[in-house]
């Protein structure tokens, strides 16, 4: 086991010890564990993180995030978390279609980014309520 920290702009989001932890980096998804070497990691904009501890799995939609690990302890700041259980799956729905209309509008180049951006942190939130509720993502 080992330590694992997540901050966020709003506070501390866990700080607790966990087996394995699975963050969507960069380039794709990397699985730390106890004993895992230093490093400083890039996440992708939005995603779904794995905790794993004496419990059992749990997931949250993570976004814009970096993750240390330095020492045996992991550390991750993220601009927004979302536990899968407190995720509204019909809200985030609702945004993700809402995401997908906007793309089919004639929009600026502005636009059509923040489009995007919604629809990934959708997707990701709709993916981590789903993983939370065993089903696939």
Same mark, same amino acid.
């Given at each position: 086991?080992?330590?694992?920290?997540?901050?966020?702009?709003?506070?501390?989001?866990?700080?607790?010890?966990?087996?394995?932890?699975?963050?969507?980096?960069?380039k794709?998804?990397?699985?730390? /564990?106890?004993?895992?070497t230093?490093?400083?990691?890039?996440?992708?904009?939005?995603?779904?993180?794995?905790?794993i501890?004496?419990?059992?799995?749990s997931?949250?939609?993570?976004?814009?995030?970096?993750?240390?690990?330095?020492?045996?302890?992991?550390?991750?700041?993220?601009?927004?978390?979302?536990?899968?259980?407190?995720?509204?799956?019909?809200?985030?729905?609702?945004?993700?279609?809402?995401?997908?209309?906007?793309?089919?509008?004639?929009?600026?180049?502005?636009?059509?980014?923040?489009?995007?951006?919604?629809?990934?942190?959708a997707?990701?939130?709709? /993916?981590?309520?789903?993983?939370?509720?065993?089903?696939?993502?």
């Amino acid at each position: 086991m080992f330590k694992l920290s997540i901050y966020t702009p709003n506070g501390i989001f866990i700080e607790k010890e966990v087996n394995e932890v699975i963050v969507p980096s960069l380039k794709g998804p990397l699985s730390i /564990s106890s004993g895992y070497t230093n490093i400083i990691e890039v996440c992708e904009d939005a995603g779904v993180i794995k905790i794993i501890d004496e419990k059992g799995a749990s997931f949250a939609a993570i976004f814009n995030s970096i993750v240390k690990v330095i020492e045996g302890h992991c550390i991750i700041t993220a601009s927004d978390i979302n536990s899968g259980i407190e995720v509204d799956l019909d809200r985030a729905i609702r945004a993700k279609d809402k995401a997908l209309n906007s793309l089919q509008e004639n929009l600026s180049a502005e636009d059509i980014k923040m489009a995007k951006v919604k629809l990934a942190k959708a997707i990701s939130r709709i /993916s981590a309520k789903n993983l939370t509720n065993g089903k696939d993502a």
